[in-house]
Each structure stands twice: as C-alpha cells, then as structure tokens.
Nanobody
Framework: HVQLVESGGGSVQAGGSLRLSCRYV????????MGWFRQAPGKEREGVAV????????YYRDSVKGRFTISRDSDKSMVFLQMDCLNPEDTAMYYC?????????????????WGEGTQVTVS
C-alpha cells in the first residue's frame, strides 16, 4: 500500500511556473513508477508525466513536453512536477499517483494508488 500527499498547487498567470511536490510512503509490488495525472472540469483524468522506478526514465504527454519536468528524490520519498510556461489549458486538479506503466507511452499509464490532488489554476 502507498500513501501520497501532494502540495504546491495554486493560481498563476499564463506564462508562469509552479512546482508540485508529492510525498509518498509505502511500497507496492503492483507499481513500477510514479506519475502525475490531471483532471479538468468536464474532462477525463489524463496522465501527464511519469518516472520509472530503477532507470528513472521519463515519459510525458505531448501537450506538456518541453514545459513540464518530472523528477524524484528517492532519499526523501518525494516526486516533483516542475511546470513552466503554463497556459489556461493546464488548469486542472493534479494528482500524484503510484503507477504502473504498461508500455512506452503516457497513454499506457495506470494509477494504482492516488493522492487527494492539488488545484492548479492558470489565468
């Protein structure tokens, strides 16, 4: 079982930056990665970024490539999402998750354990 707590959301103007943090506790044999998802009002939850356990390889959805960076501090059991050049389309609730990546694209990312989310609003 994995417990996760996000922080760092907020409101920012277009073009600005935010850094989300996620502290996790626990372990699951059913996960192979840590990821970030987001869900905007009226839309389905979508995978944003993931970092694999072990080789630390990362994957991103196309719309955030070059703007968002996922990283991990394993010693502190934390995962981060640095978000730059934000635009209003990035407005959503962002969720940290212990995940399982089935393939080599963000579309194959499955959340297994979830945090409660942190709101990001870009105006």
């Amino acid at each position: 079982h994995v417990q996760l707590v996000e922080s760092g959301g907020g409101s920012v103007q277009a073009g600005g930056s935010l850094r989300l943090s996620c502290r996790y506790v626990g372990y699951s044999q059913h996960t192979n990665s840590m990821g970030w998802f987001r869900q905007a009002p009226g839309k389905e939850r979508e995978g944003v970024a993931v970092v694999l356990n072990g080789d630390e390889k990362t994957y991103y959805r196309d719309s955030v490539k070059g703007r968002f960076t996922i990283s991990r501090d394993s010693d502190k059991s934390m995962v981060f999402l640095q978000m730059d050049c934000l635009n209003p389309e990035d407005t959503a609730m962002y969720y940290c998750a212990a995940t399982h990546l089935l393939g080599e694209t963000i579309a194959t990312l499955k959340g297994v354990y979830w945090g409660e989310g942190t709101q990001v609003t870009v105006s």
